[in-house]
T-cell receptor, first 115, second 112 residues
Framework: EAGVAQSPRYKIIEKRQSVAFWCNPI?????LYWYQQILGQGPKLLIQ????????DSQLPKDRFSAERLKGVDSTLKIQPAKLEDSAVYLC?????????????FGSGTRLTVV | KQEVTQIPAALSVPEGENLVLNCSFT??????LQWFRQDPGKGLTSLLL?????REQTSGRLNASLDKSSGRSTLYIAASQPGDSATYLC???????????FGTGTRLTIIP
């Protein structure tokens, strides 16, 4: 089966600019997650979708971050405006149902550098 | 709130040695525990998934164990190779919210 696809792989932007990341989960996976991984730390959940509904966005900085999952398939994560501290790897993951029973499959991530 | 700890933070061993990576968690109400590998600048590759009803899983030279009562999991790597050099992360989702909580990882270096 094809894996979780993410693009772009790398992005460099100046602070206060906007940026968007795209994720295509494994076909049939109902649950999609966006994680932020700052260098030297473990990934931190930003938002969890079940089909096209938001399950958990408690750690999403909603003043600058937004995410959507249209038609319960692809998802985009946007940052506007970006800050220096947003420099991180943004990881998308999907799961057949809840990850609790089926485990998670991660994409290769998008490395964002804000200068 | 679940907390996951991995010790040591970094480990260097000569090629060919067997090694153990440790993961501890504070809340034993977990569905499963998953071990991942991460190469520098890359995403996460799933290595092993242990369901809460299981005690261990094996894949090739890798063996992962789970002891919920003590809140611990170990990843055993046999006959280490330079290609095993990477950061290894453990993570567990909790009952109720299924949010995956990660440890900070162990950076493994295999010395040829």
């Amino acid at each position: 089966e094809a894996g979780v696809a993410q693009s772009p792989r790398y992005k460099i932007i100046e602070k206060r600019q906007s940026v968007a990341f795209w994720c295509n989960p494994i076909s049939g996976h109902a649950t999609l997650y966006w994680y932020q991984q700052i260098l030297g730390q473990g990934p931190k959940l930003l938002i969890q979708f079940q089909n096209n509904g938001v399950v958990d966005d408690s750690q999403l900085p909603k003043d600058r971050f937004s995410a959507e999952r249209l038609k319960g398939v692809d998802s985009t994560l946007k940052i506007q405006p970006a800050k220096l501290e947003d420099s991180a790897v943004y990881l998308c993951a999907s799961s057949l149902g809840g990850g609790g029973n089926y485990g998670y499959t991660f994409g290769s991530g998008t490395r964002l550098t804000v200068v | 709130k679940q907390e996951v700890t991995q010790i040591p933070a970094a480990l260097s061993v000569p090629e060919g040695e067997n090694l153990v990576l440790n993961c501890s968690f504070t809340d034993s109400a977990i569905y499963n525990l998953q071990w991942f590998r991460q190469d520098p600048g890359k995403g996460l590759t799933s290595l092993l998934l242990i369901q809460s009803s299981q005690r261990e899983q094996t894949s090739g030279r890798l063996n992962a164990s789970l002891d919920k009562s003590s809140g611990r999991s170990t990843l055993y790597i046999a006959a280490s190779q330079p290609g095993d050099s990477a950061t290894y992360l453990c993570a567990a989702p909790n009952f109720g919210n299924e949010k995956l909580t990660f440890g900070t990882g162990t950076r493994l270096t295999i010395i040829p």
